[in-house]
């Protein structure tokens, strides 16, 4: 079975400063990994996948993850943090047939 | 290209009652999913449909959940009789392949439902 884990709800970071979201997975099988982004009264959108090769994975809006199998991290990153990042982010692990499993999520709060 | 369409975008009513939600996923795509999310919560899978037949409805609460998509395209999901637990945002997603495809599924907005 899958299953994610995100560490810390909430992140509170400034207008420039480095944003880092945790994201720790179980799999039984080799994973497909995604990050996932929410904003408020929306569905959620695709920010980037990982499923094979190349273990730092770029995506939209300048994020980009590392998959670190020895370490079972998927952790997203993006150097500078703009005021329209704010939103709620969160990382998913496929599972047979396509099916998602989702972290708890983490809310990203940027500060002026 | 249109996205996942959704309705109603916000729905109240009191437990016991029953309630439906409707999805038009993205034309053309073979598989279709509802999620629950609750508040605090990532979203959860409730059933999935390739075409208009069902590949997993293992976490669906049968008991008072049912869901259809009987062409194949549109699909709704019903709870009957609402409970006070329900209270959820239900995703819709679409995704172009076949159910056991890697692909993208693409989100709706979104039915916010409060059971009061």
């Known amino acids: 079975a899958q299953s994610v884990t995100q560490l810390g709800s909430h992140v509170s970071v400034s207008e420039g400063a480095l944003v880092l979201l945790r994201c720790n997975y179980s799999?039984?099988?080799?994973?497909?990994l995604f990050w996932y982004v929410q904003y408020p009264n929306q569905g959620l959108q695709l920010l980037l996948k990982?499923?094979?090769?190349?273990?730092l994975v770029k995506g939209i809006n300048g994020f980009e993850a590392e998959f670190k199998k020895s370490e079972t991290s998927f952790h997203l990153t993006k150097p500078s943090a703009h005021m329209s990042d704010a939103a709620e982010y969160f990382c998913?692990?496929?599972?047979?047939?396509?099916?998602?499993?989702f972290g708890g999520g983490t809310r990203v709060l940027v500060k002026p | 290209e249109a996205g996942v369409a959704q309705s109603p975008r916000y729905k109240i009513i009191e437990k016991r009652q029953s309630v439906a939600f409707w999805c038009n996923p993205i034309s053309g795509h073979a598989t279709l999913y509802w999620y629950q999310q609750i508040l605090g919560q990532g979203p959860k899978l409730l059933i999935q449909?390739?075409?208009?037949?069902?590949?997993?409805d293992s976490q669906l609460p049968k008991d008072r959940f049912s869901a259809e998509r009987l062409k194949g395209v549109d699909s709704t999901l019903k709870i009957q009789p609402a409970k006070l637990e329900d209270s959820a945002v239900y995703l819709c997603?679409?995704?172009?392949?076949?159910?056991?495809?890697?692909?993208?599924?693409?989100f709706g907005p979104g039915t916010r439902l409060t059971v009061l």
């Open positions: 799999s039984s099988v080799p994973p497909y």
């Open positions: 990982y499923t094979t090769g190349a273990t």
């Open positions: 997603a679409s995704s172009p392949g076949l159910a056991g495809a890697v692909d993208e599924q693409f």
């Open positions: 998913a692990v496929r599972a047979a047939g396509n099916k998602l499993t």
């Open positions: 449909f390739q075409n208009n037949g069902v590949v997993d």
